[in-house]
T-cell receptor, first 113, second 113 residues
């Protein structure tokens, strides 16, 4: 069965610093890969996704992620953190005709002033 | 705003009571998914519909849970004889067939006392 691992349940960075949130998946076949963001008491908002083609994917709010097949990774980055980035971030994969999403446990991003 | 709505947003009930949640995707979404998210975890797949047909159910969906999508538009998720372990956020997502991106509603947070 597929699984998604997000390293670090909490990541704390200073405002203006680089954000790096890690995601590794287990799959012998490259899946579709997603990052979603969840603000408190809200639903999940799509940040970015990888399906095929260019392995560096740009998303909303200045985030980007790189698909590395050899490392089975899809890490999320942002060059300069902003206070409004404080939220929980989820990595997910889907595969197969029903596109069911398999989720990581999430990483809570904390921004220090 | 994804255009997917869920009602109610919050529900407090006593153990043993029945509850029903509703999800309204946008009209173009012929696929609809239900997920459950407990505190500190990523969402877990419960079930999905293609139009009005329920095509897959997770083993998480015990016989106390039932979901319907009678006319291929809105969907309901009912939990009978609620237990404290049912306390969670219930998320609904819609998408088009053949499209891998799911668009989430704001969720219904259930608390069973």
């Amino acid at each position: 069965a597929q699984s998604v691992t997000q390293l670090g349940s909490h990541v704390s960075v200073s405002e203006g610093a680089l954000v790096l949130l890690r995601c590794n998946y287990s799959s012998s076949v490259p899946p579709y890969l997603f990052w979603y963001v969840q603000y408190p008491n809200q639903g999940l908002q799509l940040l970015l996704k990888y399906t095929t083609g260019a392995t560096l994917v740009k998303g909303i709010n200045g985030f980007e992620a790189e698909f590395k097949k050899s490392e089975t990774s899809f890490h999320l980055t942002k060059p300069s953190a902003h206070m409004s980035d404080a939220a929980e971030y989820f990595c997910a994969v889907s595969q197969g005709s029903n596109y069911q999403l398999i989720w990581g446990a999430g990483t809570k991003l904390i921004i220090k002033p | 705003d994804t255009g997917v709505s869920q009602n109610p947003r919050h529900k407090i009930t006593k153990r043993g009571q029945n509850v029903t949640f509703r999800c309204d995707p946008i009209s173009e979404h012929n696929r609809l998914y239900w997920y459950r998210q407990t505190l500190g975890q990523g969402p877990e797949f419960l079930t999905y519909f293609q139009n009005e047909a329920q095509l897959e159910k997770s083993r998480l969906l015990s016989d106390r849970f039932s979901a319907e999508r009678p006319k291929g538009s809105f969907s309901t998720l009912e939990i009978q004889r609620t237990e404290q372990g049912d306390s969670a956020m219930y998320l609904c997502a819609g998408t088009l067939s053949g499209v891998e991106t799911q668009y989430f509603g704001p969720g219904t947070r259930l608390l069973v006392l």
